[in-house]
């Protein structure tokens, strides 16, 4: 698919359906992009698509089976976007670095496709309130998807979820405890962490439970 050059090209654009219960259209809303009216629209649909299937499929179809529908706080940003807002300190890092992350119709300086969101898992902030209760759905996550990269954020747990063809499996937070929880050569990275999840909902998806 070309990328659109009309407001009907678009509307066809949005109506990709990535998964069962995601479409593109979905991931195409950025307040910079609104509020600076720069497009955010992806030079490769095919290639955004692509990865946002695998995103959807992978990570965010098992969420929201396991814990109800899902709060999309942002998805898809065009370079022009990313560029603006990491040149204007609105919390974008380069187009180099967010390629195959929250760009995902740019693959990455090892070639590799990744598309990343940032998302509210409502019945996270319900049910779990304690200071550093995040890291329950973090390690949960860590043990039952296929996840490239967690990000936490302190307004409403809010978190980037990455899939990503080479997975770095790497959890980072800026609520506290701040910083890296987990990555590859850490002793905490490997074996099973169900104690630290206990009361969370056992992994559903689609069809059932797993």
Known sequence: MKKP?????????????????????????SEIADFYRISNIPD????AAEAGRALCENLL????ATF?????????????????????????????????????DMRDFDGCMGATACIVVPWLIDHCRSEGDWRKL??????????ASLCFFPKLWA?????????????????PPRGLLTKPGMANWEGDHSALYEGLPP????SGEV
């Not at 490769?44 to 290639?47: E, K, N």
């Not at 179809?61 to 929201?64: C, N, S």
């Not at 978190?159 to 609520?175: G, T």
Request: aromatic share 12%.
């Open 5 to 29: 050059a009309s407001m009907k090209g678009l509307e066809e654009l949005g109506r990709i359906r990535l998964s069962k219960n995601f479409f593109l259209r979905d991931f195409l809303h």
């Open 44 to 47: 490769d649909p095919d290639l």
């Open 61 to 64: 179809e098992p969420l929201q």
């Open 68 to 104: 109800g529908r899902l709060h999309i706080r942002s998805g898809y940003r065009s370079p022009e976007v990313n560029d603006f807002g990491n040149r204007n300190g609105l919390n974008c890092s380069t187009n180099a670095a967010t390629a195959a992350d929250h760009i995902w």
């Open 138 to 147: 973090a390690w949960w996550i860590h043990d039952k998807l296929p996840y």
């Open 159 to 175: 978190f980037n979820i990455q899939w990503h063809e080479r997975p770095r499996r790497v959890i980072r937070s800026y609520v």
């Open 203 to 206: 992994l559903r998806t689609i």
